[in-house]
């Protein structure tokens, strides 16, 4: 990816996010150990997940940073993506990762954090979506110990739809 957007002579988001790091006195060669034993760099383009698999074997952090949420946001969700990357399946990290962007994405930053508007646009989200969040929710508030999702954790973990599975539906049971 170019440094500058040629169409409008704009750095690209991750750059502006690499200068921000710095100016927060950041190491941009900081790396971590993925569940997989692979070495990352946190500050990079893309993580190596997996030697082993198709799904989940690595990831597009672009997708992040074009989200634009400013160095503050995208560096709480970095850091969490990063523990999934440590303690969670390459496939399970990678399509967390693409949820959580894609709710941000359609939703915006508030629907994460911002209680109210969590609640109000909680019915429209898939259940699939719902579970995302509620996973984010537990490593910002019960892992991580940011008191200022607390709301958010109780409404999402109290609010998860529950499933009924039919252990004999040959299609969708208990295996």
Known sequence: MSQIDNNNDKISPYKRFLADALLNGKDLNETFMTAADLV??????????????????????IRLYDLELGYKNTHLLLKVFKYWARTMAAGTTESRMGAICSIISKHGIQIISDAYFLKASYAQLTTS???????????????????????????????????????????????
Do not use: M
């Open 129 to 175: 979506h719902k579970k995302n969040l509620n996973t984010l929710f537990l490593v910002l508030h019960d892992i991580f110990l940011n008191k200022e999702f607390k709301t958010q954790r109780d409404w999402c973990k109290e609010n998860l739809p529950d499933e009924k599975v039919n252990p004999h539906d040959p299609v969708n049971g208990a295996y």
């Open 40 to 61: 990352n760099k946190v500050y990079s383009e893309r993580w190596e997940l997996s030697t082993l698999t198709t799904r989940g074997k690595s990831t597009d952090l």
